[in-house]
């Protein structure tokens, strides 16, 4: 019932849990995917995937995040120095216009669908804007440099891996550049009291990817000012603090689950 709550760390969500037994009760998740119809690829994957039972397949085939009760949580990020030190702030002075740098075929353990990875994104960026003027787009692992790079960006895309989300989104927020985000069907963490509209920028891949260039290069100055000051007030919403403080995502978990 609604007075249990489950959390579920993986991509897959409360698509990974029996669906009749926990239909009702909250589930904590970190993607969330309101999709209503899935490409037949996803369900294929799931088919394959470590080899799961088809019952979870066949849940693959509906969102596995229902928004009038379930809450989206940010990630528990590894490097606890991203909101220990940088705060949302970053670095002043910002030498990449637009940045990624990232694979384009995912894991190794869904081999046959990696040209289903991204839905077609991060391929067509690394193909077309590579050479883009103040761009820097490649797909070199390089975690050596990666922060850095993400710290000296201004804009810093946040497009789909194997989920509509993506780390890298909330990487960027805390070190002050602004994410964007590929589709409108992605509720993000508390997102009824986080204004995202003030902290990032959407795009709708169906109908913005390939004038992409033409419309980030629109932003101005003055957004860009006003937009990283916003992220300078928020990125302790998207942190869990140790211990936890007020304001942070533990605390608004704990406001979520009251208004359930």
């Known amino acids: 019932g609604s007075d249990h709550v489950w959390t579920f760390t993986s991509d897959w969500g409360s698509c990974l849990g029996p669906f009749a037994p926990l239909h009702n009760s909250i589930h904590l998740v970190t993607s969330g995917d309101t999709s209503e119809e899935r490409p037949e690829w996803y369900f294929l994957r799931a088919s394959d995937h470590m080899g799961s039972s088809n019952d979870f397949a066949q849940r693959c085939r509906l969102p596995c995040y229902q928004e009038h009760k379930d809450i989206v949580l940010p990630p528990m990020l590894p490097l606890p120095a991203l909101y220990r030190n940088a705060r949302g702030t970053g670095n002043k002075q910002r030498t990449i216009r637009v940045y990624f740098r990232g694979t384009t075929e995912g894991s190794h353990k869904a081999m046959p669908f990696i040209h289903n990875y991204s839905h077609g994104v991060r391929q067509h960026v690394l193909r077309h804007f590579s050479s883009e003027d103040g761009w820097l787009v490649s797909r070199e692992n390089r975690p050596d440099l990666y922060h850095k790079e993400l710290a000296s960006s201004e804009m810093c895309l946040a497009p789909p891996g194997w989920e509509l989300w993506s780390v890298r989104l909330f990487e960027s927020l805390l070190l002050g550049c602004l994410p964007v985000i590929f589709t409108p069907a992605l509720v993000l963490p508390f997102q009824s009291?986080?204004?995202?509209?003030?902290?990032?920028?959407?795009?709708?891949?169906?109908?913005?990817?390939?004038?992409?260039?033409?419309?980030?290069?629109?932003?101005?100055?003055?957004?860009?000012?006003?937009?990283?000051?916003?992220?300078?007030?928020?990125?302790?919403?998207?942190?869990?603090?140790?211990?936890?403080?007020?304001?942070?995502?533990?605390?608004?978990?704990?406001?979520?689950?009251?208004?359930?």
Not at 203 to 223: C, F, I, Y
């Open 193 to 260: 009291r986080i204004d995202y509209s003030k902290v990032s920028i959407r795009v709708r891949q169906e109908t913005d990817l390939q004038r992409l260039p033409a419309l980030l290069s629109n932003v101005t100055l003055e957004t860009l000012t006003l937009k990283r000051a916003s992220i300078a007030h928020m990125w302790r919403t998207i942190t869990f603090q140790r211990p936890p403080e007020e304001g942070d995502a533990f605390d608004l978990l704990l406001q979520e689950l009251a208004r359930r």
